[in-house]
């Protein structure tokens, strides 16, 4: 088998990406001691389990190539990406050879065993249907389809966008990576949701079952055309989660009720490919979920508009809720 492919040049790793089920990239320093001693391990993996169009390597030297090093936000060396049809599932740093191991080898049996028509954007047993811009973790599987859509309320969105059941379509964001021109044309191409006066928004969403809620991912296709407009919309930075509330919380009321988990994200949080972030939950407190209010309480910028594309949540499904028929809620601690 061919081992690793050096990269030169951006669109070399985006046709890797594009071509294999499942990449995995090493980006690494050339001096670094770190890098050296982990390389031999990388090769050796890479000799052994490399499959056309299954699993693939890649080496991406951050002297050499600084920009696209840049480009996939990596600052420290040795760090290992990996992919799996074209999204970012894991990344980490470090030179652990049985950290390395396992996580390659775990994903070369699953490239090896899966039906190569599986994939993200398709219904199988280990997930729901639908567009992702993120990985799945080990066990759990994407359950947004069981979101309550006739009791949605999202306050303080601007009535020129899409509206609240938006966030939870299952299709790709029409502006994902195309640039300004794409969110400048029609009413039809607007799927996306944007705040109003300010830059918070608050939004209610209920659940058709009990869920245990692993992660929530956040899509926010922001245009880098835009980075010198004051006026432009910006990704949420300070979130603000509540669990199993009977209803929306007005803006004043959510500053007298503590919240379950505050979440402040960083630009490293957001996959440059997806425009996504994984909210990682305290797991232990979003056991049996039966809604969940989000607060988006500032942008990440002086922008009053704050912009959202796609709301995934991730987790597992429990037992169906009866309709019309109000269930036990639990009051926050």
Wanted: charged share 25%.
């Amino acid at each position: 088998m061919s081992g690793t492919t050096e990269i030169s040049q951006p669109a070399q790793l985006s046709s890797l990406l594009s071509s294999s089920r499942i990449v995995v990239v090493f980006f690494y320093n050339e001096e670094n001691t770190s890098s050296k001693s982990i390389a031999p391990v990388y090769d050796q993996l890479a000799d052994q389990l490399s499959r056309p169009n299954r699993i693939a390597f890649a080496k991406v030297s951050v002297v050499a190539q600084a920009t696209i090093a840049q480009s996939y936000n990596v600052t420290n060396t040795p760090t290992f990406i990996i992919y799996k049809n074209n999204q970012q599932i894991r990344k980490y740093g470090g030179s652990n050879p049985l950290q390395l191991s396992e996580a390659i080898m775990s994903l070369a049996a699953e490239a090896t065993n899966e039906s190569s028509s599986g994939g993200f954007g398709e219904a199988s047993s280990s997930g729901g249907a639908g567009w992702i811009g993120a990985g799945l973790p080990r066990g759990y599987k994407d359950v947004t389809e069981e979101v309550d859509t006739r009791g949605l309320d999202l306050l303080n969105a601007d009535s020129e966008f899409g509206d609240v059941r938006t966030l939870f379509e299952s299709s790709q964001p029409k502006s994902l990576n195309k640039g300004k021109s794409a969110v400048t044309g029609s009413e039809e191409t607007k799927d996306w949701v944007e705040s109003d006066v300010d830059n918070q928004l608050m939004l209610y969403v209920p659940f058709n079952s009990n869920l245990k809620v692993h992660t929530i991912q956040i899509t926010s296709c922001i245009s880098s055309d835009d980075d010198d407009d004051d006026e432009a919309p910006v990704r949420p930075k300070t979130i603000h989660i509540w669990t199993n509330r009977q209803h929306n919380l007005g803006f004043e009321e959510a500053e007298d009720i503590p919240a379950t988990q505050t979440i402040e994200l960083k630009d490293s949080d957001w996959d440059a490919q997806t425009a996504t972030a994984k909210l990682e939950l305290r797991f232990v407190k979003f056991q049996n979920i039966s809604s969940l209010v989000i607060f988006v309480a500032d942008g990440d910028g002086d922008s009053e508009k704050t912009r959202l594309d796609r709301i995934r949540f991730i987790g597992d499904t429990g037992e169906k809720r009866a309709m019309g028929k109000l269930g036990k809620i639990e009051a926050d601690d």
